[in-house]
């Protein structure tokens, strides 16, 4: 099992940046290819990076792209989410999120508020 917890989240002004957190307990990280997504009120969850488990390879929502940056520390069994040039359509719960192998994710923090005021 693995635990995940972010931090980080807060509350911003429209172009300013944020850097959350998601530290993890119970098994290393290395095994593991990593994201984060987020949810925002009366909408669903939505994919916004994944790392893989080297950390060689991002991949980003079109949305964000440019603007955030994921990123791991595998030695401090931590993953990033870098967010710059914050608007207030970012506003959301952030969650992370990790899998081994496929297509779905096994285990998901319990998220962290972003709100992005104009």
């Known amino acids: 099992q693995v635990q995940l917890v972010e931090s980080g989240g807060g509350l911003v002004q429209a172009g300013g940046s944020l850097r959350l957190s998601c530290a993890a307990s119970g098994r290393t990280l290395r095994s593991y290819s990593l994201g984060w997504f987020r949810q925002a009120p009366g909408k669903e969850r939505e994919f916004v990076a994944h790392?893989?488990?080297?950390?060689?390879?991002?991949y980003y929502a079109d949305s964000v792209k440019g603007r955030f940056t994921i990123s791991r520390d595998n030695a401090k069994n931590t993953l990033y989410l870098q967010m710059n040039s914050l608007k207030p359509e970012d506003t959301a719960i952030y969650y992370c999120a990790a899998k081994r192998v496929g297509p779905d994710y096994n285990y998901w923090g319990q998220g962290t508020q972003v709100t992005v005021s104009s």
């Open positions: 790392i893989t488990m080297s950390g060689g390879f991002t």
